[in-house]
């Protein structure tokens, strides 16, 4: 894709856009006159390619963290994968041209931006973003910033080292298809075990799961086997804890935090994908996209309304982004 000159990013573009709280079927608008977001100096302008859906998009839109939120109206958004267009002052990392990736904000529970990646350009820091590993297309690497990032995170915080192992609830979401991969892959772990419903199994065993689970027929908290590091993605810290070892750790990234577990918010790094590029690069690690997309940038709402209906396996892509 070639460099666009200064003169021809324009001054409006498309976006998705809601200007009330509530149910994304209700409040997304498509907009096509939104003002194209200023360039900080230690920002880059990106030509949005693709974007990912995650549910804290459409939690948000509920107005889950309305007291901490930037001001109506709001462009959702917080995967991409795009090209440079334009660089602050202060960039050191990135030109124009350079095919980037990366989770647009920060502090997503704390100081979300309030235009996000659900557009034809979206502005972010250089540090969250990482050049787009060369063996990736845009839709692969779309669906990848947040969930990777957010797996890679708690497995840290929950000390898995080489030796020790691991069980993961809701193996076949977005970030538990990478806990899988990164807990065997890149941490090591002795044995992966994992949580889905019964036609998901095979997808965890393909993932590296050692053992498969099926939470429709069995509960894993009645199990014998207890493990070193419990990471629980769907909010069930109250079993997890029974499935845990002595010494173990339970990290959560989701409802309410039974005594023992950890729950931890993502604060999101360019650095943590650049860690990551030689495992995605040699495909140990891969993107892993629900089969029902990519989803067509005017079927954005469509495609909230799937994931929201929790049947998504992996991550919900939105491709192309015009």
Known sequence: MAAASSDSIPSVNGAWVYSEYGKTADVLKFDPTVAVPEVKEDQVLIKVVAASLNPVDFKRALGYFKDNDAPLPIVPGFDVAGVVVKIGS????????????????????????????????????????????????????????????????GLERAELSAGKSILVLGGAGGVGTHVIQLAKHVFDASKVAATASTKKLDLLRSLGADLAIDYTRENFEDMPEKYDVVYDTVGQTDKAVKAVRESGKVVTIVGPVTPLAIRFKLTSKGSILEKLKPYLESGKVKPVLDPTGPYPFSKVVEAFGYLESSRATGKVVVYPIP
């Open 90 to 153: 202060q960039v050191q990392k990135f030109k124009v041209g350079d095919e980037v990736y990366g989770e647009i904000t920060e502090k997503a529970w704390e100081n979300p931006k309030r235009f996000g990646t659900l557009a034809e350009y979206t502005a972010a820091e250089e540090r969250v973003l990482a050049l787009k590993p060369k063996n990736l297309n845009f839709i692969e690497a779309a669906s990848l910033p947040l969930a990777i990032e957010t797996a890679y995170e």
